[in-house]
């Protein structure tokens, strides 16, 4: 399949910040998420509209199915955001439609999935309400409003340039998101580690990919980018489009903010549930099974006793569900594999998290581990982290049954000059993941252990003590080895001596608030034990 080259409309881009800068100015939605979500769900009504007119369209010219519109009557776009329309508003009267009208409707659409789905990203996440309209950001100015629209309305969503300029723009407020503000890290994962993660696991055109928490979709818009060039028949576009990539958020404006990613990036059927993840069991079998997962999940969170149940290993740290989730959702078949970012702490602490990565390794082909570099998620998470890469053993074991037992590992160091740039400031943040553009040269090496045999831990160790270890940077591991370190997976060089073994001073301050955070939540359990128990004893 050819795929056209697309160009930036600079017009367009100039307008669409112009846009930005209005929002940014006005007294209601002048932060960096407030602005970004907004401009996120105006494009979305827009796109969503054109997207029917065109159904609507094929189906009057006998083309397609009977189409009924999900958006009808004034909550219509051409209905109250139109140019003609817009031209009679008084400015007043257009915020009380949007805040009495619009987005109460759009909260209670019913019927198809996809009216389902609007309403599921415009209603209350926290009271799962469908009645109950989310605090979606809006304009205090009408005037404000209305330029804002005369720019979308200049938007040809039928246009490549025009969607391929959004969606660089898109991006950009993505990571400006993330930049500006330490919450958005949710939102936001440097696109550089989200690309070699894609490589390394490699998805192909029939297999489902699935990210248990996406966010803005990144995983599954570079799956999608990755994929497009393999497509060689319509039945292969179809498969694409419509049946590969699904994610689930719990958050309405995450939500909001994957979706119109995957279809800026012209994903015809965003398959994003708005859900909680760990609400669903995963004790017995489960439903929902897929071939590879690509996901960045949540890390220092904690979890209450009526999520906890729903796993065969009960803990309360969000990434340690987060982990026996994948495990039970990936297909019993011998390619399933994923990709998955951990803090540091998942690889070395013991107790529920020994006994969940015991079961890991039992399972699968824990084929590479990845140390980025400290600071490579600032400014708003200061976690050191790691890149986890597994597979179901069938392939391996039919090549090289011996391989099945290894572990390649690479620690990714600090740029050049990062140690100079002050921690948790943005312009660390920058440079730091500046760095980990290094790991376009590991891709192919992590790539290839996937799939080749691999060179065992013991002729490892003894290449290096003879001088031809291929890097001071990757040696390999043997399962035995991790067992006996009570399935500790930590990176630890062994080529290099003690001396050079030293961690930057940068990599121990991580380590320290992550030790810090595991203390702090076993007082917090602790301290609940305590006062309950103190409770009890007042009630008596």
């Known amino acids: 399949m050819t795929i056209t080259k697309r160009q930036t409309n600079e017009t367009l881009r100039s307008d669409m910040w112009r846009a930005c800068d209005i929002l940014r100015r006005d007294n209601n ?17 827009k796109f969503l509209d054109e997207e029917e007119q065109e159904r609507l369209a094929q189906a009057a010219l006998g083309e397609g199915e009977h189409y009924e519109p999900v958006l009808q009557g004034d909550l219509a776009w051409d209905a109250w955001a139109g140019p003609e329309k817009l031209a009679t508003w008084r400015v007043d009267d257009l915020i009380q439609f949007v805040r009495g009208r619009l987005l109460p409707g759009l909260s209670t659409l019913t019927g198809s999935p996809l009216a389902r789905t609007v309403a599921r990203i415009f209603s209350d996440e926290s009271v799962g309400d469908q009645n109950v309209v ?59 580690v989200i690309r070699f993660m894609v490589d390394v696991i490699a998805p192909q055109i029939g297999e489902t990919v699935y990210d248990p928490a996406s966010g803005s979709a990144g995983f599954l ?17 179809e498969t694409l489009q419509h049946r590969t990539l699904f994610g689930q958020e719990k958050k309405g404006v995450s939500a909001l903010l994957g979706t119109m990613n995957m279809v800026l990036h012209r994903v015809a059927t965003p398959n994003i549930t708005r859900t909680n993840t760990l609400e669903e069991s995963v004790k017995g079998s489960v439903s929902g099974r ?32 987060f982990l026996e989730h994948i495990i039970k959702k ?47 998620f600032a400014p708003y998470s200061d976690v050191k982290t790691a890149l986890l890469f597994f597979q179901r053993p069938d392939r391996v074991a039919e090549r090289n049954p011996l391989a099945r ?12 000059g990062a140690e100079e740039v002050q921690q948790g400031q943005p312009d660390s943040g920058r440079a730091l993941r500046r760095g980990t553009c290094g790991l376009g040269r590991v891709a192919a090496l992590a790539g290839r252990r996937r799939r080749a045999p691999f060179l065992l ?33 930590s990176a630890r060089n062994p080529v290099l001596n003690e001396r050079e ?18 203390l702090t939540s076993i007082l917090e359990n602790l301290h609940a034990m305590v006062s309950n128990g103190d409770e009890a004893s007042n009630g008596d």
């Open 134 to 192: 989310r605090n979606v950001p809006v304009c205090a100015s009408g005037y404000n409003l209305k330029d804002v629209l005369t720019i979308i309305n200049s938007i040809h969503f039928g246009s490549d340039d025009d969607i391929y300029t959004i969606s660089q723009v898109y991006e950009d407020l993505l990571e400006r998101m993330g930049a500006e503000n330490r919450i958005a890290g949710e939102f936001y994962t440097p696109r550089s």
């Open 330 to 376: 990936l297909k019993h078949t011998p390619d399933a594999r994923c990709g998955v970012v951990v803090p540091e702490g998942t690889l070395f602490r013991g107790g529920a998290f020994a006994e969940v990565k015991k079961d890991l390794l039992e399972q699968f082909h824990l084929f590479a581990v990845v140390s980025l570099p400290p600071g490579t």
């Open 221 to 237: 818009v570079a799956a999608y980018e990755a994929m497009q060039p393999q497509e060689r028949t319509s039945d292969d576009r």
């Open 405 to 416: 037992h290894e572990t390649w590992y690479y620690e990714l160091p600090l740029p050049d």
């Open 501 to 518: 073994a030293l961690p930057h001073p940068a990599e121990l301050t991580a380590r320290l608030l992550e030790r810090t955070r595991e």
């Open 29 to 45: 939605v002048g932060g960096v998420m407030q602005y970004t979500e907004h401009l996120a769900w105006l494009l979305f009504l």
């Open 290 to 321: 897929f071939d590879v997962v690509l996901t960045n999940p949540p890390f220092g969170g904690t979890e209450g006793g009526h999520i906890q149940q729903n796993f065969p290993v009960k803990s309360n740290a969000t990434e340690l569900l």
């Open 457 to 489: 831990a013991a002729d490892a160790r003894a290449a290096a003590e003879k001088g031809r270890a291929a890097s001071a940077d990757a040696w390999v591991e043997s399962a035995d080895d991790l067992k006996a370190r009570g399935y500790d997976l």
